[in-house]
């Protein structure tokens, strides 16, 4: 391979991560710049929306709706769960979070297990499903926790646990532990924020947290992927010395 071709190569994870990090930074802006400039008559309003207790059963509904599907659409799970907690408490926003992203976590093993292999690597990316297949085949359970936090990977990690037979039991018995302690960190963010500029600096940690956490997750993943390549490739045989 050049050296020109070399470089490239290498400088494309560092041009993802500053695309990463660029574009969290835009959507935390977007959240904070509004409230900056309106910061009065959006804390107004959104209170005014929310504020009924009577939405209470609307909220939980339409929050385990969302959290159910967030395997399929990306939702921001994690901005779902900070509204939860703002809007119903923390151990009502704690508990529905958790449901409905076990309840997710259920469709997606159920998705892996009926569509399969092909569509999975089609649908999640080869080199994520592989990658994934690995870690799960290698580590087992634990790593549907770890993923948990993670975007993409969480959802991806819980198809290819179904794509690979885990006992559907022992996953959702994982996974649902592992959100409960999501559910705690996110609802309990948006529970305990104080007036609009409270929960939109829970907002903005909801963005910037997973932002983070993919951003390692994907370091690892490329870290393992050039070990894996490194491990294979043979080295070049020296010329003889004749």
């Known amino acids: 391979m050049a050296p020109d071709s070399r470089r490239d190569k290498a400088a494309k994870p560092g041009r993802r991560a500053v695309k990463y990090a660029l574009l ?21 309003w959104t209170f005014g929306l929310i504020a009924p207790e009577r939405s209470a059963p609307v909220i939980a509904t339409a929050g385990i709706a969302l959290l159910l599907v967030d395997v399929l659409l990306p939702i921001p799970s994690t901005f779902v769960a900070a509204g939860l907690g703002a809007m119903l408490g923390a151990p ?24 399969g292999r092909d569509l999975a690597e089609r649908e999640l990316g080869l080199a994520d499903y592989r990658y994934l297949a690995t870690m799960l085949r290698r580590y087992g359970l634990p790593v ?33 532990l592992a959100n409960l302690g999501f559910a705690g960190v996110y609802a309990g963010l948006g529970a305990t924020a104080e007036g609009m500029g409270g929960f939109l600096l829970a907002f903005a940690a909801s963005l910037a947290i997973p932002g983070i956490a993919l951003l390692v997750a994907r370091y690892v993943q490329r870290r393992h992927e050039q070990t894996v390549h490194e491990q294979t490739v043979p080295a070049p045989s020296e010329p003889d010395a004749g």
């Open 24 to 44: 969290f930074l835009t959507l935390i802006a977007i959240v904070i710049v509004p409230f900056l400039l309106f910061g009065t008559s959006l804390e107004a």
């Open 92 to 115: 009502l926003g704690i508990a529905i979070t958790a449901i409905g992203l076990t309840a997710g976590c259920g469709v997606g093993f159920l998705l892996g297990r009926l569509l």
């Open 144 to 176: 549907l926790a770890l993923c948990r936090p993670v975007p993409v990977l969480a959802e991806a990690s819980i198809i290819a646990a179904g794509i690979m037979g885990m006992r559907p039991g022992r996953v959702l018995a994982v996974t649902g």
